[in-house]
């Protein structure tokens, strides 16, 4: 079904963001809901597949992990890991326990409705710039909208279903409190497990 997500899709679970001291430690960004667990989702890639790591973690500095990476044994071949998104399976991740818990990554594709069910696009991309999810929606039209990801705005999320429901009256009364001003930037949802913000 258009919209619902293939469980052999790729999600990003976390980044290499840089090295530390001299003997091939790397620092490591989980985006998982429990940082921990992005050991348990099985092997890590990068995003096309090509290269896979071996992945032990040594313990934490300020927000990263640090990271013992099969191979890697100098500051050189760990600097070369930075920026490198890490990805597993979606496939390997848990099932989410109820109907407004989801994956980021779950929403990319579904299709976006007004409440009398018109259709307005399909979802692009989620982005968290620091102020709350948005998401990036193709219109029927072409062009693209940011949209607020709230509950008032997007009322209904049914990843089963292909499925998100936008309330364009919230969209311009969120834009109308924020100045109408709303960022573009780096995907950064990661493929963590969330609920909509208030």
């Known amino acids: 079904m258009p919209g619902v997500p293939s469980m052999t899709a790729k999600i990003c ?5 840089g090295s530390h001291g001299v003997r091939g430690l790397v620092k490591l960004r989980s985006f998982t809901a429990e940082p921990a667990d992005i050991m348990t989702y099985g092997p890590l890639s990068d ?20 990271a013992k990476v099969d191979g890697v044994t ?6 070369a890991l930075a920026g490198v998104r ?34 307005y696009g399909t979802v692009k991309a989620i982005y968290d710039f620091g102020a709350g999810d948005v998401l990036e ?11 607020p990801f709230s509950k008032a705005c997007v009322p209904v999320v049914d990843v089963r279903g292909g ?5 364009l009256p919230a969209v311009i009364e969120a ?14 949802s990661g493929d963590q497990s969330g609920e909509q913000g208030p």
Do not use: C, W
């Open 175 to 188: 834009r109308e409190g924020s100045d109408g001003e709303v960022e573009e930037g780096e995907d950064g």
């Open 163 to 167: 499925r998100i429901v936008v309330d």
């Open 13 to 17: 679970v976390g980044q290499f963001a």
């Open 74 to 79: 100098s500051r050189e071949q760990a600097q």
């Open 137 to 147: 929606v193709r219109t029927a039209g072409g062009p693209l909208e940011m949209l």
């Open 47 to 66: 995003e096309n597949g090509a290269r896979r790591f071996t992945v032990t973690l040594q313990g934490m500095v300020k927000d990263n992990f640090l």
């Open 86 to 119: 890490l990805y597993v399976d979606r496939g390997a991740l848990p099932a989410t326990e109820d109907e407004d818990e989801f994956y980021h990554a779950d929403l990319i594709g579904l299709r976006a409705e007004l409440a009398d069910g018109t259709v």
